[in-house]
Nanobody
Framework: QVQLVESGGGLVQAGDSLRLSCTAS????????MGWFRQAPGTEREFVAI????????AYADSVKGRFTISRDNAKNTVYLQMNGLKPEDTAVYYC??????????????????WGQGTQVTVSS
């Protein structure tokens, strides 16, 4: 059974940092490109970042570029999202997801095979 479990969310102030983690089980982790998405109340789930199977390639939404960094440790079956310079508009539930698609073609929610349950990030002003 495939499981993706996120952790690391919380309540922080604007300008603070958080690091989210997502650990996978039940899959050959290194076969999957891994993405992070987020969803604020009343909005659609949106793409945040993706990392290739090897970790050598990444891509980001314009809204987080330069502030967020995605990374992975295939030995630990874990993907991370380092979030610096957090803003109130970053408040959302953050989800990790796994896809067998190539990293450069996986930007929509329908492109992903497995999802975590989400972790709440709240940024106060």
């Amino acid at each position: 059974q495939v499981q993706l479990v996120e952790s690391g969310g919380g309540l922080v102030q604007a300008g603070d940092s958080l690091r989210l983690s997502c650990t996978a089980s039940g899959v050959t982790f290194s076969r999957y490109a891994m993405g992070w998405f987020r969803q604020a109340p009343g909005t659609e789930r949106e793409f945040v970042a993706i990392i290739s199977q090897s970790g050598s390639s990444t891509a980001y939404a314009d809204s987080v570029k330069g502030r967020f960094t995605i990374s992975r440790d295939n030995a630990k079956n874990t993907v991370y999202l380092q979030m610096n310079g957090l803003k109130p508009e970053d408040t959302a539930v953050y989800y990790c997801a796994a896809t067998l698609r190539a990293w450069f073609s996986a930007r929509g929610t329908n492109d992903y095979d497995y999802w975590g349950q989400g972790t709440q990030v709240t940024v106060s002003s």
